[in-house]
């Protein structure tokens, strides 16, 4: 017999996890006369096998900006293209505008939650930054532990020294960004208050 608090740790999934998993149904738990879940070895062992996803085809599309937005559409023909070629239909497009080094775009921690809960068989995406700018590796556990076959297509390789530089360029592009809209948001404040 374990806790919650034990079998999550076990299994590698939050207490919170598991108690989404109960409430739909994903990993029944049992419970005590005090109505505490807890969890045997059956469950152990059906939780630890590697699940295979029967769900959908999910292409993912990202860009930074509303500037950027019109690169979305270029990013979804390169997939469907991709598509085409395998002969796979139905897929569900993701277009999301937010910077890569944020991970709590709404869009993207939705697509992590159905991947989570073995909704999505595939996942497929233009580039790996498209997904995030750093945690890609976090993203494909995540994949590989529910089943979910993920498929970047660009699997351009750089050197340590590239990969850093385009780091290093993305962290300064995304605080200067933040920096000048403070800059406009402190310029529109002190006009407001003089004309206030």
Request: charged share 25%.
């Amino acid at each position: 017999m374990y806790t919650a608090a034990k079998f999550a740790k076990l299994v590698g999934v939050t207490v919170k996890t598991l108690q989404r998993w109960d409430r739909t149904g994903r990993l029944t738990a049992l419970r005590t006369e005090t109505n505490r879940r807890y969890y045997t070895d059956e469950h152990l062992q059906s939780t630890l096998k590697t699940p295979t996803a029967v769900g959908k085809v999910v292409c993912y599309c990202r860009v930074s900006s509303q500037a950027q937005r019109p690169d979305l559409k270029n990013q979804r023909a390169v997939l469907e293209e991709f598509l085409a070629a395998k002969g796979i239909a139905n897929a569900e497009f993701i277009e999301e505008i937010g910077g890569g080094l944020n991970l709590t775009r709404p869009l993207f921690q939705q697509l992590l939650f159905d991947i989570d809960d073995g909704k999505v068989a595939t996942l497929v995406t233009a580039h790996k930054d498209r997904l995030c700018r750093f945690g890609i590796e976090l993203v494909q556990a995540i994949c590989t532990r529910r089943g979910c076959e993920l498929l970047i297509l660009n699997q351009e390789r750089l050197s340590p020294e590239q990969e850093m530089i385009h780091d290093l360029l993305a962290i300064v592009h995304c605080f200067s960004s933040r920096l000048y809209g403070l800059r406009n948001y402190r310029k529109s404040l002190k006009q407001a208050l003089k004309e206030g």
